[in-house]
């Protein structure tokens, strides 16, 4: 049995102690189960299998892609995340930026605000 609702990927049905790599499982994602069939081994629960076309519902082996979840992130938030060099770059210009003690005593003293608020003091 296979599930396609709003749910971004086929699922399938897998009764309890039916197949080898998903045992005690019921619904699992239908790319999970290609993948893991392809490799011979059940996946961690670490590694995400991406669709290089961001197609859910196409599980042709060739549209599969094992990441980790650092790499799954990268991937997805290529265009969102600085470079290193631009990191740096920023790390440099703040670091000669000091808070003066008025402004370390004007910070601490909202934080104390904040958790009186929060406390309901």
Same mark, same amino acid.
């Given at each position: 049995?296979?599930?396609?609702?709003?749910?971004? =990927? /086929?699922?399938? =049905? %897998?009764? *309890?102690?039916?197949?080898?790599?998903?045992? !005690?499982?019921?619904?699992? @994602?239908?790319?999970?189960?290609?993948?893991?069939? *392809?490799? !011979?081994?059940?996946?961690?629960?670490?590694? %995400?299998? $991406?669709?290089? @076309? $961001?197609?859910?519902?196409?599980?042709? &082996? @060739?549209?599969?892609?094992?990441?980790?979840? !650092?790499? $799954?992130?990268?991937?997805?938030? *290529?265009? $969102? %995340? #600085?470079?290193?060099?631009?990191?740096?770059?920023? #790390?440099?210009? +703040? #670091?000669?930026? #000091?808070?003066?003690? &008025?402004?370390?005593?004007?910070? /601490?003293?909202?934080? +104390?605000? =904040?958790?009186?608020?929060? *406390? !309901?003091?």
């Amino acid at each position: 049995m296979v599930l396609e609702m709003a749910y971004p =990927y /086929r699922r399938r =049905y %897998i009764p *309890k102690g039916d197949h080898p790599l998903f045992l !005690g499982r019921k619904w699992v @994602d239908e790319h999970r189960i290609i993948m893991a069939e *392809k490799l !011979g081994r059940p996946l961690l629960k670490t590694e %995400i299998v $991406h669709h290089k @076309d $961001h197609n859910g519902f196409n599980n042709n &082996e @060739d549209n599969l892609e094992l990441l980790n979840w !650092g790499e $799954h992130s990268r991937l997805h938030n *290529k265009g $969102h %995340i #600085k470079s290193t060099e631009e990191r740096e770059k920023r #790390k440099k210009a +703040l #670091k000669g930026l #000091k808070r003066t003690p &008025e402004q370390c005593e004007n910070i /601490r003293q909202a934080q +104390l605000r =904040y958790h009186k608020q929060r *406390k !309901g003091v």
